[in-house]
């Protein structure tokens, strides 16, 4: 039958009827119960099984905003029977009523209503308070009930003869001279009840009854189904009675549906069930069968719904949702009762009750329980996508094409219902679930597990399939960072630092753990967990690694050939620079921003620290060697000094700190012909990427051009053609600059050019490099003091440019080739020079690079 405003004549016993199917699909699990001592409230504490399968599945997120949703739904769904059992009181008790008729009757009006509400509601209250158990052991006796109110309905439908006369309702004030009938059965009838006859609500004020508000009314009776779902936890065996009790609940629901249809459309003109809608009472053989079945109904659906809505509100609070705005739920419990809950409730269903209005109320409900249905579909269908090996549902017709087609039905009919409404709660579920992404505690959803990480797994996984090394390019190009540290606490700037450098790419953070794997477990993998409270602490976007090996040499070149995953592999190294300087704890200086005690465990404490004179786990050899190792990697490379000193928000505030420095000079090779090569085009790409961001974009670019002339041979002739060599280093410079779109200052450094003996003494730097022309077994002790002098003037002439500096880059020349004579030695004085290069500067950054990284076709 099509006829909608047939269905919303019958509202009442809509929801006498679900409620009846309800009961049966709780009978025909009744058997495979076990109880326990706390038995007196399962009908009630299942309500919020429910909101745990959704939650435990979405995640705290989604979880939580819909569980909210959940608990506003059995909120308004208890207004709603309230107001329903109000209506049916007034209809029959009220003036002019069925059953008082010209008697005495109770008040009737707008506020009047409202305070009969309150009544019932307040009685609910006292049971929900006192006796809960009462409401649970006479479950059975309210099923015999309805149960013998529909078979008199169907009996009158079938026995009864023609009226000539129905009564009009007072509160129909549209239609008050209109004549009803009834007409008995009549294949007449039934052929004029075929169509559609929307016509005026006259309890909303005349309003036009259409297909969208009948459906959100009708759909108020039947939120029962997910009462198999909610009792699952009560259930010997869950897998095999939801499935038969659900299914026969809704066969049950819908044959009576059918039936009462049919014979309401055989027996009743539609102009009857438009003008009275309680006209079953004067058609029943008995008037108070019909009665009794409406208040019956509706007090034990609204009071089902205010116990449950009580329980969603105490999961809310034990599960910590909201943190500890809703602790004052679990401080009101009392024996297991939880009776602050349960005055939240009833103080929101009062709220809801001033709407006043039954299909207002109906609509809402509706909408909010679709919402919830939509979510169960949703976390249905988001597991069956992502192919999680542990849900193997044992119901044998499920699908992802059932879960999709109830998602999109719930959405497109909550929109049907009420666009507004359904409009409204999804914006709130949206709020909701911004806000518990932020303010949500983090260990809710490491407890509960969420959808979104199996999805994320699941398309994570196929774009890094995607994601084609061969085809990277040099415009696209990002640096993609490997951090190695010792400890935490001493390396919190650099860290922050190294974050702001990723720009978007890859940064991982490796530590190598000395040992073997003789021992029963794994060191490296019960630290795990605190990197990554360090990275929450740090609130940096990076990802921890820590390997363990017999030596640090050997687990850097772990770190470095198996850190990422297919094409996303870290192309720069970064290492704290080897030198003798006691480390600071970050975490525990009064003054550091990084301070924290999580990571204190008594006297414990965790990631230990080098303390003053103790030895290094590692030695300049090794140290080289893994530098080395890196280039040889074809890696980028940086060595970061002096990182204790940086405090980006005395940057960001400062107005002595005003640049950023870039020195693109090999001062251990200045007479190179190219001072504009791979290595410093790399360092230039960093400090720009520094440059963007917030806290470093008032800072100015500086680069420092140190012209040395092009050859050994024309040292002689500089005095005659420097200035022109100048300009043209200058405009190179410059045009470089301007092609590759970088904002830059250019200051010119003259030393090189105006000292011949400065000059000089930079040749003998070469035997320090990798350079093959410059092995030799040994290094005099002239020749190292000589370099040493220069790398102290060259110091000193960074220094001078360096008061308002925030941070500089400078050329790294190559390392001495690891497998060269004197290795050893040469190294030891590779790292003493670069010592003497950075003493007393700012936070510096060493850099060589091996890749092109700067593309002007962007």
Known sequence: MTKSSVIKEYLHWVILIINASCKVDMHFRNRERYFNKEQKWRDANVYAKAFFMISRTLGVEFGGSIGTLFFLANVVGCAMAISGCTEGIMENFGPGGYITKDGNSLPDGTWWRFLF???????????????????AKTSVLILGIVTVCLLATYISFLFVGPKSHIPVPEENKLNSNITLTYTGLNGTTLKENLYS?????????????????????????????????????????????????TLSAVGFTFVSYIILSLLMSLTTPYITMQNNYLFLMPVNFWPPFTAI?????????????????????????????????????QKGTWRGNPIAAVLTSWVLVECILLIGSFNIIAQVNSVLFMLSYLATNLACL????????????????????????????????????????????IILCLIMVIALHLFSPATQAAQWGSISQALMFHQVRKYLLMLDPRKDHVKFWRPQMLLLVSSPRSCCPLVDFVNDMKKGGLYVIGHVKLGNYTDVSDPAVEENAQWLSFLDHMKVKAFAEVTLATSIREGVQHLIRLSGIGAMKPNTIILGFYDNETPKDFFQSASSQYKTDDFNNGEINNFPMRVEGEEKHINIEEYVAIICDVLRMKKNLCLCRHFHRLDKNFIAKSKHMKYIDVWPINVFDPLAENPFDVVSLFMMQLAVIINMLAKWKHLRLRVFLCETGNSASNITSFDTYAPQMEVLSRMKLQQSLKELRIDADII???????????????????????????????????????SVSYMKRVNQIIRERSDQTAASFIYLAAPPKINSPGFNERAVRYIDLLTELTADLPPTILVHGVNLVTSTTL
């Not at 509400?117 to 409401?135: Q, S």
């Not at 929307?198 to 005349?206: A, F, L, Q, V």
């Not at 208040?295 to 009580?310: K, V």
């Not at 119901?395 to 998602?407: E, P, Q, R, V």
């Open 117 to 135: 509400c309150t009544l019932i509601n307040t009685a609910m209250l006292l049971v929900c308070l006192v006796g809960a158990a009462l409401f």
């Open 293 to 329: 079945g409406i208040l019956t109904a509706t007090f034990s659906t609204g009071l089902s719904n205010l116990i449950g809505s009580s329980r969603i509100f105490e999961a809310l609070s034990k599960d910590q949702v909201f943190g500890s705005l809703l602790n004052f739920v």
């Open 748 to 786: 010119e450094i003259q030393e090189w050019n105006r000292n011949e003996s400065f000059t000089q003494h930079a040749r003998i730097l070469k035997q320090f490099t990798n350079d093959a022309d410059a092995v030799i077994d040994t290094i005099s002790e002239e020749s190292y003091d000589n």
């Open 382 to 425: 988001g597991i069956e996508l992502t192919g999680a090996p542990n849900f193997r549902p044992s119901f044998k017709y499920f699908t992802w094409h059932t879960c999709l087609i109830g998602l999109i039905g719930t959405l497109v009919m909550m929109f049907v219902i009420n666009p507004i409404y359904a409009s409204s709660s």
């Open 197 to 245: 006859h929307y016509g005026p609500d006259y309890t909303s004020d005349g309003k036009i009854v259409d297909f969208a508000t009948t459906f959100g009314v009708l759909f108020a009776g039947v939120t029962g189904i997910m009462a198999g779902a909610n009792m699952s936890g009560e259930l010997k065996s869950p897998s095999k009675s939801i499935p038969i009790g």
